[in-house]
């Protein structure tokens, strides 16, 4: 094996071994989140997108989109690249191996951009994404309005969406 390959392995092993990390002691001494104000009036026939500064009481942000509009083969990114080609939302990051990795996230406001999560390892800070999809769901349970939401065990890449899906966005600690 040559020392590319094995330094590839290596570094999946810690990242899994990180996020699992990250996972784990997030839901430590954690009360369950209900957010209750910037939640939609309606969710099926959508798919939603959340984007919420947990030092706020309400969701920052939100948009729906048809669920029609983005096909039954879309995923959480494509959503998000929706909104950010509509310049509603904005994001840093890069293509990892196991999907794209958010460094920062938020929406745009009156031209401003507004950021809600960042990941800082100095503020042990990361973009945390939640999803309303079942077969997706990891744990750390919190509703918005009058859905369930868990910590997502995929990335965006991987998150397939279906009619009524919420993928929400915060920022995580550990």
């Not at 390959?5 to 954690?30: E, H, N, P, R, Y």
């Not at 309606?42 to 984007?51: A, E, I, P, R």
């Not at 950021?115 to 990361?126: E, N």
């Amino acid at each position: 094996m040559n020392q590319k390959k094995k330094t590839s392995i290596v570094w999946a092993v810690w990242l899994f071994a990180a996020v699992l990390s990250i996972i784990t002691f997030t839901g430590c001494d954690k009360k369950e989140i209900h957010v209750t104000s910037g939640v939609p009036d309606k969710f099926d026939g959508y798919v939603t997108l959340v984007l919420d500064d947990p030092a706020t009481e309400e969701a920052d942000a939100f948009f729906q989109l048809p669920f029609e509009e983005l096909g039954s083969e879309a995923t959480a990114f494509d959503l998000i690249e929706h909104f950010s080609e509509k310049d509603k939302i904005f994001y840093e990051g890069y293509e990892g191996e196991f999907g794209y990795y958010f460094t920062s996230i938020g929406y745009r406001k009156e031209g401003d951009n507004v950021t809600v999560a960042k990941d800082d390892t100095a503020s042990r800070t990361f973009v945390s994404v939640y999803t309303s999809i079942e077969k997706y769901f990891g744990g750390m349970p919190m509703t918005y309005g009058t859905v369930t939401l868990e910590t997502s065990t995929s990335g965006v890449s991987g998150i397939q969406l279906e009619d009524g899906a919420v993928i929400y966005l915060t920022q995580g600690t550990y």
